[in-house]
Every structure is written in C-alpha cells, then in structure tokens.
Antibody, heavy 118, light 106 residues
C-alpha cells in the first residue's frame, strides 16, 4: 500500500535551518510529482512546494520562495525539504503528498511538526 | 492567487441527514476542484477530484458538482464517521489554494 512517512521536524530558533524528509513506498516514486503542504496549528491547509517526477520543475509558494528548497532522490525513494532562514510563521505540521493530476493530493503522510521559536 | 470561500463555516447536523457544502472561487477554475476530509489528528483525505469524480475507496454517498466558480459537495446520508472538516481546493492556477474549510458537527 502507498505509504509516505515524514521526519526531520523539531523545535528550531528563528533564522536557523531544518531539513525534512519523506520516505515513500508502495508506488513507483519516479512516476509521480510530489508536494509539500503545511498546516499551522489550528489553521487551514497551505500548499508550499511542488517538484515534478523528474525533478526538473519546481514551484514554491511566495511565502517560502528563496528560503526553502524541494528535492527528491528516486534511487532512495525520498523527498526532501530544505528549510533555511526559518521564521515563527513557518511553524506548522508539514505534510508530503503525492500528486494526482499534477496539483491535487491523493496520498498524504502523517506530517512532521516544525516549531520555530526562540 | 485564486481565493476559495466555503460556507457555512460550521454545520450542526445529525446522522442520516443530507448535507450540501459550498465552495466558491474568486475566478473561474473550470472543473479543477477537489474536496478533502480531515479528522482531528489525521492527514487530509482526497474525496472528490475534478469537481465530480470520487477518489478510490470513497463511499458513493459522497458526490461533487459544479463548474466555473461554484461547487458543492453533497453527502446523501451522514454516517457518524463523516463528522469532520472539509476543504475544497483548486488546481487551475498556481499556486494551488484551499478554502478555509467547513466543519460538520454532530
């Protein structure tokens, strides 16, 4: 069955960095576009980043552009999210999600919590 | 970016009732709308895509309709497990955006 398992979250001070990982299984990773979507505590869903199946196309939300980088390694079936210059407003549960029709999300991980606080 | 609004914010209903949730887009999104269900402590679950197609494993009591700027999700007869938060989402233009959600309360 399709599984996505995020890791790498934690508590970090403003201005510091964090790298999230998403290990996938149960499907051919290299055949699917992937996304990161976040949800601040008690808030709604916010899309933050997209990477195409071949890794050649990436899109970012304006709120993270220039600070965060999405990448993937199909040899290890992992999706990554390098988060630099973190801000308190980046505090959220970060989900990796498999793309359906490019920009719908048909499978989600359970999320990894990132807390940015001094 | 395209803004989605959902109404109402919260609905109080009982099992067995029929419910229709609304989602309105700030500009036309064709039929590129999805609906998700989220329960407390869980990740969202895709219910409907392209406005009216049920995702794999979604019960037939869930149906979607609409095009352009107005969309609805209908649950024909509420089951106890359907009391949750529902989001609509568009993929017509980057960035993909979500509505603020509608909570179904028992």
């Amino acid at each position: 069955q399709v599984q996505l398992v995020e890791s790498g979250g934690g508590v970090v001070q403003p201005g510091r960095s964090l790298r999230l990982s998403c290990a996938v299984s149960g499907f051919i990773f290299s055949s699917y576009d992937m996304h990161w979507v976040r949800q601040a505590p008690g808030r709604g869903l916010e899309w933050v980043a997209f990477i195409s199946r071949d890794g050649g196309t990436k899109y970012y939300a304006d709120s993270v552009k220039g600070r965060f980088t999405i990448s993937r390694d199909s040899s290890t079936n992992n999706l990554y999210f390098q988060m630099n210059s973190l801000r308190p407003e980046d505090t959220a549960l970060y989900y990796c999600a498999r793309a359906h029709s490019t920009a719908f999300f048909d499978h989600w991980g359970q999320g990894t919590l990132v807390t940015v606080s001094s | 970016e395209i803004v989605l609004t959902q109404s109402p914010g919260t609905l109080s209903l009982s099992p067995g009732e029929r419910v229709t949730l609304s989602c309105r887009a700030s500009q036309s999104v064709g039929n590129y709308v999805a609906w998700y269900q989220q329960k407390p402590g869980q990740a969202p679950r895709l219910l409907i895509y392209d406005a009216s197609y049920r995702a794999a494993g979604v019960p037939a009591r869930f149906s979607g309709s609409g095009s352009g700027t107005d969309f609805t999700l209908t649950i024909s007869s509420l089951e106890p497990e359907d009391f949750a938060l529902y989001y609509c989402q568009q993929r017509t233009k980057w960035p993909p955006t979500f509505g603020p959600g509608t909570t179904l309360d028992v």
